[in-house]
């Protein structure tokens, strides 16, 4: 097992384990312009996805992505003992552990990350239906609120950064 001592390599393994997974970040993008559009007038996916990519250069981000697709491969492959396994192959409701790895990424932003992440759990919109269909065989258990997170941090690094851009023109 190869050893990620640098952010770059790091990153660079975080991003082909989303990509292997079926995840590209104009996925992600799609969902911060589902939870932003309403807000900014001339919203642009460029501009989504620029928030997306900021966003998968946290350590912390980068960090959850390989733990929590780790943990889904390995309930594929059926690698985990009982009653582990079935929890995680089943998505149970009170099992919680995968919302607290995708908390992770939202505590990184802030408050308007968490409250964006809560809406977009629920509402499962774009890649997010995809990955909690359960009929494809792949498990995304963490895959699912990791990509939500990441969704929702981008949504409150941009707000932010609206925020920190009329303010500088109040002045």
Excluded: W
């Excluded at 941009?158 to 303010?167: C, P, T």
């Amino acid at each position: 097992m190869a050893k990620y001592t640098n952010k770059s390599e790091l990153e660079i393994k975080a991003r082909q384990l989303l990509t292997q997974r079926g995840v590209g970040l104009d996925d992600i993008a799609e969902l911060v312009y589902y939870l932003q559009a309403k807000y900014h007038k001339n919203l642009s996916m460029d501009v989504c996805r620029h928030n997306v990519d900021r966003v998968l250069t946290k350590r912390e981000v980068q960090n959850a992505i390989l733990t929590g697709i780790q943990l889904d491969v390995l309930a594929e492959q059926k690698k985990l003992e009982e009653p582990l396994q079935k929890t995680i192959e089943i998505d149970e409701g009170l099992y919680g552990v995968d919302e607290v790895i995708a908390l992770s990424i939202v505590n990184v932003y802030g408050s308007i990350g968490m409250t964006n992440f809560g809406y977009i759990d629920k509402q499962k919109p774009g890649i997010l239906k995809k990955l909690n269909d359960k009929s494809s065989g792949e498990i995304h258990t963490f895959l699912d609120d990791i990509v939500g997170a990441i969704a929702a941090a981008a949504s409150s690094r941009l707000a932010h950064s609206d925020a920190e851009d009329m303010e500088e023109v109040d002045i």
